[in-house]
């Protein structure tokens, strides 16, 4: 059953409610990937204003690159040595499918080192927006994606049209959808339809759109960029269209000038500037922000009180992303926690990435544990219809943006077994890859908590971190019992079995009474429904 928005629209107006664990973990957990322990005690000590511009702070471009964990590379890396830089000319199926799950596998790693910023996040969200499939595109050199990475993030949090234009003479996305092939003797549609249709204009809400002879002025626009023999973006002059190109009433009837020679490289940025001049394109990214970071349903309500004014910020900002970010992550309509309430179905990254920082996982501090590690995530996310680099369809994955079920897409009858077989495995045996095991170290979680010889501070700080619904009272006496007091009806059970375990912590028989109880303590947890929302 679809569930329906069940909150009040309030407004952009800057919250001033109480900030309290709720207000942090329902921020935390739509910003970054999972709440831990430190990290809700650490956003605590600040205002709320204080925290939101904290996670807005950009983070350092990655100093690692994506290394070799595949083996023999035919131009000569050699094992865990970056292939960044190598064999760009070199083409093999093989070779960039190699590269491609080295690649996946060391993103992966980005994600679980996004630390208390929402830029991953943000890298992820545009990864989503121009969306593409390295795995049915093999002739692109892997280098070119893991580029295509680099743009996406350091324009993450910057000037949206700064990231449209990087993106539209992106060397990936000109092969990955024609644009290198884009002339004036032979336009190509591609790129111009879905720059307007998926990127920047959408297909708006009032029936008024841009029209089929808009994409192909675009197009026009858009020809003699191309990629060299070396892979880099070129400006061929020789195959650009100089003559005018005349848009529809939707862009006030603008015609951009055509120009010879390289000036005429310069009609991307009317282009683009004419776009942007739009309302719909403000209104257009901010429903899809709004979609990744408070709730999919948009109705008209919501769409008058909180898209139409946040899309005048956005625009009197120059489209910077970090200011209508900041506007909404701030806002009483974020905060509101009837709104909050409308829990979001986590997305399979969400599931794995906040699952690992939340439990805090130990990850081998070699590079070969290191990409077993994120290789196994990397795989389960595919597995669970989230795969990082292969996205099937240019529009995204099918959960953003398919109505009316949006997120509940994450979940059918395959990857809900799916999702509840693997929290069990990482709760219960662990998941293992040529000698790496990821595994939940159920005492060591607890003993982050507050009071882990309490069990029910233990249970309350536990649903804290790793669950968004609050379970009844009546449901957490009958865990408490059941689980960690073993049947019994006295507290005292547990509060001294874990005193015996700190105590003497070598005594296998006393860590194995609390383990074994935490361990099914978590697993029940993680079984709930209730766990899959953020």
């Known amino acids: 059953m679809k569930q329906e928005f069940p909150g009040s629209p309030l407004g952009l107006d800057p919250y001033t409610g109480t900030w309290d664990t709720a207000h942090v973990v329902h921020l935390l957990k739509r910003t970054v990937f999972g709440a831990t322990v430190q990290d809700i005690s650490y956003f605590q000590g600040l205002t709320m204003s204080q925290a939101v511009d904290q996670l807005l702070q950009p983070t350092p471009a990655p100093v690692g690159k994506p290394l070799n964990n595949y083996g023999a590379d035919p131009t000569g890396v050699g094992s865990y040595q970056t292939w960044v830089g190598t064999g760009l000319l070199y083409q093999d199926d093989t070779m960039n499918t190699n590269r491609l799950r080295s690649l996946q596998a060391w993103w992966v790693g980005q994600l679980l080192g996004c630390g208390r910023s929402i830029h991953e996040k943000m890298?992820?969200?545009?990864?989503?927006?121009f969306a593409m499939d390295a795995l049915t595109t093999l002739s692109i050199p892997c280098e070119l994606w893991y580029n295509q990475y680099l743009t996406l993030r350091s324009n993450a949090l910057g000037?949206?049209?700064t990231l449209a234009k990087a993106i539209t003479i992106d060397p990936a996305m000109l092969i990955f959808l024609n644009g290198n092939t884009n002339t004036m003797t032979a336009p190509n549609e591609n790129y111009g339809r879905e720059l307007q249709e998926l990127y920047t204009v959408g297909l708006g809400l009032t029936g008024t759109t841009y029209s089929q002879d808009d994409v192909h002025n675009a197009a026009r626009?858009?020809?003699?960029?191309?990629?060299d023999v070396n892979f880099?973006?070129?400006?061929?002059?020789?195959?650009h269209d100089t003559t005018n190109k005349n848009f529809s009433a939707f862009y006030g009837n603008n015609i951009i000038t055509g120009y010879s020679g390289a000036p005429g490289a310069g009609e991307v940025d009317n282009l683009l500037a004419m776009i942007f001049s739009t309302d719909e394109s403000a209104k257009f990214i901010c429903r899809k922000l709004y979609g990744w970071f408070v709730y999919y349903d948009i109705d008209d309500t919501i769409e008058t009180n909180i898209i139409t004014p946040l899309a005048t910020v956005f625009r009197q900002s120059g489209y910077n992303i970090t200011t209508i970010l900041s506007t909404l992550l701030k806002s009483q309509h974020f905060f509101d926690l009837v709104n909050s309430g409308a829990c979001i179905i986590k997305s399979p990254l969400d599931l794995l990435i906040?699952?690992?920082?939340?439990?805090?996982?130990?990850?081998?501090?070699?590079?070969?544990?290191?990409?077993?590690?994120w290789s196994l995530l990397s795989q389960r996310s595919a597995t669970l219809q989230q795969e990082i680099m292969v996205i099937p369809l240019v529009a995204g994955w099918d959960a953003y943006r398919e109505a009316p079920q949006y997120h509940e897409l994450w979940i059918n009858s395959v990857t809900y077994s799916e999702r509840n077989f693997y929290t069990d495995l990482l709760v219960g045996t662990g998941d293992m890859?040529?000698?790496?095991?990821?595994?939940?170290?159920?005492?060591?979680?607890?003993?982050?908590?507050?009071?882990?010889?309490?069990?029910?501070?233990?249970?309350?700080d536990s649903l804290t971190v790793l669950l968004r619904p609050p379970l009844s009272a009546s449901s957490i006496t009958l865990i408490k019992q059941t689980i960690l007091l073993g049947g019994l009806t006295t507290d005292q059970y547990w509060t001294n079995a874990w005193l015996n375990y700190i105590a003497t912590p070598?005594?296998?028989?006393?860590?194995?009474?609390?383990?074994?109880?935490?361990?099914?303590?978590?697993?029940?947890l993680m079984d709930l429904p209730e766990y899959h929302l953020s």
């Open 123 to 129: 890298t992820l969200f545009w990864h989503n927006h």
């Open 159 to 161: 000037s949206f049209p």
């Open 221 to 227: 626009v858009l020809t003699g960029h191309t990629v």
């Open 232 to 239: 880099n973006y070129s400006f061929l002059a020789g195959n």
């Open 354 to 373: 906040g699952l690992c920082r939340e439990y805090q996982l130990t990850l081998p501090a070699d590079a070969t544990g290191q990409y077993n590690a």
């Open 433 to 460: 890859m040529n000698g790496t095991t990821l595994r939940i170290d159920a005492v060591g979680f607890a003993s982050l908590l507050s009071a882990p010889q309490d069990p029910n501070q233990l249970i309350a």
């Open 506 to 524: 070598t005594d296998m028989t006393a860590f194995t009474t609390v383990d074994t109880r935490l361990r099914a303590l978590y697993k029940y």
